[in-house]
């Protein structure tokens, strides 16, 4: 069966791999790691196509350890302990590397299982995530290992990974393959830092190319556009990407950068997370704006409430009309910070008794010292307000609410001022 061009252009040594220049190189730390032979536990951690499995290969071979891999979407603690027992074999006399792929979908038991075999020194485990290891890997196996992150590899790199590729795909097709720059750019940028998705956009763009009256496959960009089509978007629900994008909305609004709003929000909007992009403007209307421009919380909540209904691609619509919105209100976070310094007291500290003038309680008992309620109806005094203690007794004088700065606290700070003063 004919292997992938990714498969077959998979780096032998650390010097062809492509990208993570901050930790491949001279100088740098896994260079140096595999320049000793000596290979510590670690957990590499990032997206797909960046190089993690040619690492882990790399650094097997050169610690002259037997190579297992098992991928923890089908494994299981049977599968751990068959690869263990290798250990006492001819294969694990130089030791044993175990590459567990996507480490994140094992649970905290299976996960623990590695921890006996590492310690002892049995096995050398390299893990590989694409969420954060630190949110899914459990502590014990955190502590015992040492954490790479592997980024997106830039178009450039890929470029370089795709030329080599041409090379190999001569020999194979024994044809000329001309290759135009802007075709190999294209294919590069549209696999968004994934070098397997390029490689295979490329060996797609081959099969396509027709050939001209020379004989040699031409790849310019109609070939290119017809073979990625849609460009490879990173974002998994519930998982780190899905966080991330989340987290830039609500900054971006936060910021006041309208155009980095609509295009945070088109992310979510690509991978058709409804939901998530309708609660976090909900959200941001209440967290950010809030009290500096209150009708942004219900005009937020119509633009919701239409989109829900319309469905994509047509909620983008009164989505987009609502990021905007917001990123060019005045911001206040005034409201939801005087509640969370309410809650930390309620949480913290005895805040006592509430006042007996507050209290749903319209009688008085043979054991009350205190006689009649005493409560007063605001609206029965001038400008519906009259002063009397709300708080408890014990924190009678806390102060939660700050007015904010912006044109529609201090008015109302100013109104208030002006009659609690009279």
Known sequence: MNKPLADKLRPEKLADVVGQTHIIGKGKVLTEIAESGTVPNMIFYGPSGTGKTTVANILAKVSGKSLFKL???????????????????????????LYLDEIQNFNKKQQQSLLEYTENGKITLIASTTENPYFYVYNAVLSRSVVFEFKPVSPKDITKALLRG?????????????????????????????????????????????????????????AAEQCT???????????DSQYDVMSA????????????????????????D????CRRLMV????????????????????????????????RIPLGDAAILLATAPKSNSGHIALDKALWDIENMDTGEIPRQLQNKHYDGEGDVKKGQGYLYPHDFPNHYVKQQYLPDKIKDKKYYEYGENKTEQTAKEYWEKIKNL
Do not use: W
């Open 71 to 97: 991928n923890a979407t089908t494994a299981s603690v049977s599968d751990i302990r068959d690869v263990c027992a290798r250990c006492e074999t001819f294969e694990g006399q130089n030791g044993i590397l």
């Open 166 to 222: 041409i090379d190999l795909v001569k020999e194979d097709f024994g044809s000329k393959i001309l290759a135009k720059e802007d075709a190999l750019l294209h294919i590069a940028e549209m696999s968004n830092g994934d070098v397997r998705k390029a490689l295979n956009a490329l060996e797609l763009a081959v099969i396509y190319a027709k050939p001209d009256s020379s004989g040699t496959l031409l790849i310019d960009m109609n």
């Open 229 to 239: 089509q849609k460009k490879a978007f990173r974002y998994d629900k519930a998982g």
């Open 249 to 272: 909305l609500q900054k971006s609004i936060r910021g006041s950068d309208p155009d980095a709003a609509v295009h945070y929000l088109a992310r979510l909007i690509a991978a058709e």
């Open 274 to 277: 409804l939901q998530t992009a």
């Open 284 to 315: 941001i209307a209440a967290e950010d704006i809030g009290l500096a421009y209150p009708m942004a919380i219900p005009i937020v909540k119509a633009c919701v409430d239409s989109a829900l209904m319309l469905g994509l691609p047509e909620a």
